[in-house]
């Protein structure tokens, strides 16, 4: 009897411990959803392409905005990574996997002031959509410059050529 319970038990809680361990893989091409790009000489710019691969601890994510590409690397132990922020300043970074969540945070040196940026990357429950809610603060003058929210299509295939060098 001791052991019919200890085996229902552990029957029971295999599927639990085994879901909890599941990461998310971020890996393929995205196109920028949401927002849409702003007219601008009465054309609409293509939207913006990103690009994630995803290999053991190592995520890099090559952006493609406004016809410029720059990559970005984060170790997803933790552990500091040296990028380029989007506006060109050197950043520094630390990402890690919170059960279905990716989190950066980025320090920003920009002139005389340092940005405090916080990434929050969740795919939709079908994985077609990765949403990406970014929180801004400047920590040297102690207020906060906002928040907002990307969403990016899954693309089948890739469209234009992201992460080419031109």
């Given amino acids: ?11 029971l809680l295999l599927p639990f411990g085994s879901f909890a361990q599941e990461k998310p893989d971020f890996s393929g ?13 009465g054309k609409r710019p293509l939207p913006s392409q990103l690009k994630v691969v995803q ?13 410029k590409t720059r990559t970005s690397t984060y170790y997803l132990d933790g552990a500091e990574s040296k990028n ?3 506006g060109g300043a050197p950043s520094t970074d630390k990402a890690k996997i919170k059960y279905k969540t990716l989190l ?16 929050k990357w969740q795919l939709s429950v079908d994985s077609q959509h990765l949403i990406i809610q970014i929180t801004a ?3 040297s003058a102690g207020f906060p410059l906002g928040s907002w929210e990307h969403v990016y299509t899954r693309q ?3 469209r234009g050529k992201i992460g080419a060098h031109r």
């Fill in 29 to 41: 091409y995205y196109e920028l959803a949401w927002p849409k790009p702003e007219l601008r000489h």
């Fill in 55 to 67: 290999h053991g601890r190592v995520l890099k994510a090559t952006f493609t905005e406004r016809g």
């Fill in 137 to 139: 603060i400047v920590s």
């Fill in 156 to 158: 089948l295939q890739r």
């Fill in 104 to 119: 950066i945070e980025s320090i920003i040196q920009v002139r005389k002031n340092t940005l405090e940026i916080e990434q």
């Fill in 84 to 86: 380029v922020a989007a």
């Fill in 1 to 11: 009897m001791r052991l019919s319970v200890i085996a229902l038990a552990s029957c």
